[in-house]
């Protein structure tokens, strides 16, 4: 599903991991990678777009092949992440996000970029990951039930953890950021790409953030991130000492890369579901579910779910890869309750939800130090089948289950209304200017955001025959 709301997103634990200086191979990295890349497909998704991935791979590759012997197996993925972000994980694990690659415009500065994190691998910077809750504040949940909850959910209920955008840029050492600038640059060049092309992405980098936010960067930005400004300066002391192999890009041109990004999702990918203000609407499972005015909601590739903003209550939405039926599969969670905690269900019956079979068992657990219910229903939405929790105080319990039985099928006008930004390559016509241009070609963006997005000056004429990135809103279904 995808999280929207990211500022919901807060920090509780930290450190989870540490490289450690004995391991002698790369075996500890592979494994401790594997865990944190099913975390990413989990939390953040992979963008399903096979021939970019592709393209992104060849790119790895080069990189790869100029890195000589190695122990690492690299390997390399686009995130289904709006906000540019590059990172990597242990034992070669390359992740560049939608976002980042938006912002490329030549074939070296996503090299460059992807040097550097493959730097980070090889030199096995310790990367001290935050894990952050999904959603803040989250009551004291009884042991009983903890117990009650079938792994996947309980995860999420239990330990909801998410990696999120600021993650890895911010975690490695200002001393690790400088060598992983170094050797990045320094493989870039190797690999036939121009080194001085990483200046120039993190410039443009720092450019979309201003934009974003409205504030130029400023020193303090991340505490341990280094300052764009002192990083490029570092970076230009390195590229005199490089030796320059240019060769041909896999993408031949501007027109080849820019080919490669065209149908790119931009900003919110909704095929991972939307939220417009409390209402979320899933186009592909054909959903939408009315959610509580004011919770806090989350929307993760795995789960959709809501908070109550004092932490007094909250529900998950998961999709239950099962071809059980709902009334089987809470019949034997009610008996397990019975058998295994000595739990009656206050209700443990079916029900129809808008047209969708359905179960629910409900429960009221008592041996905390305040009474919880506990709401769990299964929800056959034709495809798929939808496993829903909640946890709350009592008098939270109808707000849940209004919610939960508020699941029904899209309506056509909104299968109509569900939109996306979609990257589209577009030419510039005789004597157009900028403004007629995007008239032309429903260019969502302004000129300073197309400027900044295709790398080019503010007092740059158009020219006849350039070609320039745009973001142009499309129906999600075609009718
Ligand atoms: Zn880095």
Redesign the pocket.
Known sequence: MEFIRKSYIIFILAIIYINPAFSQDFTYDRKIGAEAANEVEQMIGVYPDSALTAYVNLVGQRLVNALGDSPVEFNFHVVDMAEPNAF?LPGGYIYVSRGLLCLINDEAELACVMG??MI?VTKRHSVKQIKKSIIPGILHIPGAVVGMFNSNLGKIINAPVSIGTEL??SN?SHK??SE??KYGVKLAAEAGYDPNKLAIILERLSGDVELLTGEAEKKSYFASHPYTPKRVENIEKEIPGLELSQKQYIAEDKNVLYGHLDGMVYGPNPAQGIFDSNIFRHPDLNLAINFPDKWNTVNVPVAVGAAQPDGEGQFFFIVDNTNATPDSLGKAYAEQLEKKFNILPKENSELDINGFPSWMVSVNDDSGDQPINVLVYWIDVGDVLLNVMGVSYPKHAATIANAIISTRPLTDDEKQNITGLFLRPASILKNENFSSFSTRTNNTWDEKTTLLKNGLEADLPLVEGQVLKIAVKEQYFSF
């Open positions: 990597a550097h994190e980070h890895f840029l490695y690790q950021e992983a600038d």
